[in-house]
């Protein structure tokens, strides 16, 4: 095999590499021959199909297939001769025909930089801490109890935490002229009193009225409106209470621990799962929080590193393809990826600097750590085995997974080296996003 290396910039290279055309051509023979003996035809026998058949039906097939596994090998065997290495696949230009005894082809691709020694000894990390309380667990178990509350009408005046249903229509002005919503009639919606998800110059409205009450607000709705016709306007609202109910909340017994798979044990077992549950949450969590300092303070530290293009484009149209969706989801227009140029360049530095990191230091994949992480995240599901094997079975789950514990272990690896200042969190500070 001959290769040639050609600079085009900084990172780009042109790799111009020579096979022997007898490596192909005897892989066709070989393939061809496979074929043959296992093919199926009607009208021939098992193994006894002419080779003019054969080629005729897959010769195409085969050698395709063929100059693809000498190109994938040769090419891989050349960039490391060459100590090359490449950020993505390479982008491949060759006949596949013969020529005075060879297969040519060149490769195009960017390598990732050469960054040096990375000191991380000089950044300053904050580490937290944190703990589950009682408290805390009294708190969640609050939660799981409004999560499972029954709702029951009441004639009453209606007070904060109420579920309320009414029919509104909204009426203004403003620059762009007159406008109501709806254009005609009124709108029925429900809202639980003091939420602010109805925004709370409705909701507050509201408070004291009885079933049947009609009520008129002049309320400010915010950008983020779920109707867009009222998003960011000012309007005079009329809405018309129609049904008010109360939440009843179920008590902690063996009925209610039940629903959460607790068949033995009591309160006392409920409580440990409801404390267990938190613990493996604000781990997460305090792991996520470390991780997001390090690498943000490591791409601070290296602002001027070069970085493939075709890395950091392909990184923006993945954000800008998110964005895409979610803004579908909600009626909206998301920007191009050209407005995701900044973070997808910062994303991409960070790998970079993490995987020069774990290459120089010889940080390898911790596959405990990997089991812990899979079985933990598992836990989380009703048949936990079952997200296990699921994983187990698609490589590019799996892979998704071992490269966030390889991050993980990157960011303990650096804050072990670096100015560490520690810091006591509660769990909800804990569980905040930063």
Do not use: C
Not at 205 to 232: C, H, K, Q, W
Not at 342 to 355: K, N, P, T
Request: negative net charge; aromatic residues 6%.
């Amino acid at each position: 095999m001959q290769v040639s290396v050609e600079n085009l910039g900084k990172l780009e290279r042109k790799l111009t590499v020579r096979v022997p055309a007898d490596q192909y051509e005897s892989q066709v023979k070989a393939r061809l021959a496979e074929v043959a003996r296992s093919v199926r035809l009607k009208g021939f026998r098992p193994g006894k199909i002419p080779p003019k058949v054969i080629e005729q039906r897959f010769g195409s097939q085969v050698r395709g297939e063929a100059i693809s596994e000498l190109i994938r090998n040769s090419f891989n065997e050349a960039v490391g001769k060459e100590n090359l290495r490449p950020a993505m696949s390479p982008e491949i230009d060759t006949t596949g025909v013969p020529t005075d005894g060879q297969i040519e082809y060149t490769a195009k691709f960017e390598v990732l930089p050469e960054i040096g020694t990375i000191d991380v000894s000089q950044l300053e990390i904050t580490k937290s801490s944190a703990s589950v309380s009682d408290a805390d667990v009294d708190a969640m178990i609050e939660t799981l109890r409004a999560q499972r509350r029954d709702w029951a009408p009441v004639e009453r005046a209606a007070q904060p935490g109420d579920m309320a249903l009414f029919e509104y229509s909204a009426q203004g002005s403003d620059a762009s002229g007159g406008f109501r919503h709806p254009a005609e009639g009124a709108d029925r919606v429900g809202t639980i009193i003091g939420s602010g998800a109805m925004t709370t110059g409705i909701e507050d409205a509201l408070i004291g009225r009885a079933t049947g009450d009609t009520v008129n607000a002049e309320v400010d709705f915010p950008a983020d409106f779920r109707e867009p016709t009222l998003a960011s306007r000012r309007a005079q609202v009329e809405a018309k209470l129609i049904r008010l109910q109360e939440s009843k909340l179920p008590e902690v017994d063996e009925t209610f621990i039940r629903a959460f798979g607790i068949a033995d044990g009591g309160v006392e077992k409920f409580r440990s799962d409801v404390r267990a549950n938190l613990e493996r949450e604000f781990k997460g969590m305090l792991s996520a929080r470390l991780k997001n300092e390090v690498v943000s303070k490591l791409v601070d530290a290296y602002p001027q590193i070069d970085l493939p293009q075709g890395m950091i484009d392909r990184e923006a149209q993945l954000l800008a393809q998110q964005a895409q969706e979610q803004a579908k989801q909600q009626g909206q227009i998301a920007p191009g990826p050209e407005a995701f140029t900044e973070i997808a360049r910062r994303r991409v530095a960070a790998g970079v600097l993490v995987g020069e990191l774990a290459r120089a230091n010889n940080i390898r994949l911790d596959n405990r750590r990997v089991a812990e992480t899979l079985a933990s995240f598992a836990s989380t599901y009703e048949e936990p085995e079952r997200v296990v094997e699921l994983y187990q079975r698609d490589p590019q789950l799996m892979g998704g997974l071992q490269s966030r514990v390889m991050e993980d272990q990157v960011a303990d690896w650096i804050a072990d080296h670096a100015k560490v200042t520690e810091q006591t969190l509660s769990f909800g500070e804990a569980m905040r996003p930063t």
